[in-house]
Structure formats: C-alpha cells, structure tokens
C-alpha cells in the first residue's frame, strides 16, 4: 500500500537555528514527490516539486532533496514567518496525489 | 485569478441532516480533487474528476457521500445523513493538467464542518 510517513510531528526552532524535516515514502512507482505549506485556516500552497533521486530544489530559506526512500527539507536561519505546517505528498499510479499528516514548524522570536 | 473557490467557509449541523459543500475550480482546470483534513488521519483523498469524470473514488468514506461535476466550473460533495464523525475541514484542488512541477494541486481554502 503506498504510504507517507513525516517526522518530526511538530518541531520548536529558535530563529536562526536551521534544521530539517523528513518525509518517507513508500509507493510503487513513484511519478513525484511534493511539498506543500499550510498556514492556519488556509489551504496548502505548493513549494516543490522533485521527480528523481539526487534532485534538490531551492526556494529562500528553503531546499528539498530527495533519494529513493524519502525526502528532507532543510530550512536555513529560519524566521518567525516560516511558522506553519509543512506537508510532504508524493503522486503514485495515475493521478492519484498522497499526503503526509505533516509536520507543524514553530519559529521562536 | 480569483483561485479555488469553496463555500460555505463554515458549516455546522446537527446528526442526520444533509450538507452540500460546492467548490469552484480555477477556470481552464482539468483535475478537481476533494480532500478531508483531521488531525487524526491528515489529508485524505475522497474522490478526483478529470474532465468533470469522477476518475477514483476509492477514498470515499461510504455511501453516505457523493460528489458530482456537473460542468468545468462547479464540484458538489454531499453528505446524506451527517454523522459527528464526519467533522472535519474539506479542502478542493484542482489542476491544470497531469500533475507535474509546473502545474501542482491549486487549493481553496476549505470548508470546515462540524456536526453535532
């Protein structure tokens, strides 16, 4: 059965103090990999898209890897307005989109 | 683009009776997608249309829910009878084509449903 599997579950930085989110995946053959951010009371919004073992993508703050098992997302010298909830999905036979329960990111002052 | 459109923002009810949640999709969207989001269990997938087609819906709960696309511009996900287990927030996404980095899942911004 295809499956997503993130972790931490919910994560308290400093600001400034980097880190990285995990997301592990496991489905049969696996068209892409996305990350998406979810801020309260809104829908998520896509950050990445990563389709092969080795690839990255950066975005500001933010860059995602990706091997064959699953797919980090560092984030460097976090800010107060990176706080959110940050989800991992990855897209499996057809169309068919899977999500990851999330990981919810608290930056402090 | 005004983006994805979901009504009602809130909804709240009481057990047994029928709600109708509506979405309009970006126009020139192919792909509509119903998620249901709760702590417990995530976003899960309901069903996915393609051309106004319902393509998979395997994620539907049981016959309690449907969901219809009449035409490009207008989804309805119907829940008939309600049970407080079907509290959630119910997000639409639509895509402009086969998945891929340039066109991802566009999200509203959900209808949260309480039932009593």
């Known amino acids: 059965e295809d499956q997503v599997t993130q972790s931490p579950e919910a994560l308290r930085l400093q600001e400034g103090e980097s880190s990285s989110l995990n997301c592990s995946y496991t489905v049969s053959g696996l068209r892409g990999l996305f990350w998406y951010r979810q801020d309260p009371g809104k829908g998520p919004e896509f950050l990445f898209t990563?389709?092969?073992a080795g690839e990255e993508k950066e975005k500001e703050r933010l860059k995602a890897t990706l091997t064959k098992k699953e797919s980090f997302l560092h984030i460097t010298a976090p800010k107060p307005e990176d706080s959110a909830t940050y989800l991992c999905a990855v897209q499996a036979r057809y169309d068919k989109i899977i999500f990851g329960k999330g990981t919810r990111l608290h930056i402090l002052p | 683009d005004a983006g994805v459109i979901q009504s009602p923002r809130h909804e709240v009810t009481e057990m047994g009776q029928e709600v109708t949640l509506r979405c309009k999709p970006i126009?020139?969207?192919?792909?509509l997608f119903w998620y249901r989001q709760t702590m417990m269990r995530g976003l899960e997938l309901l069903i996915y249309f393609n051309n106004n087609v319902p393509i998979d819906d395997s994620g539907m709960p049981e016959d309690r829910f449907s969901a219809k696309m009449p035409n490009a511009s207008f989804s309805t996900l119907k829940i008939q009878p309600s049970e407080p287990r079907d509290s959630a927030v119910y997000f639409c996404?639509?895509?402009?084509?086969?998945?891929?980095?340039?066109?991802?899942?566009?999200f509203g911004n959900g209808t949260r449903l309480t039932v009593t």
């Open positions: 990563l389709y092969s």
């Open positions: 126009s020139g969207h192919d792909y």
């Open positions: 996404a639509s895509s402009p084509d086969r998945l891929t980095a340039n066109s991802p899942l566009h």
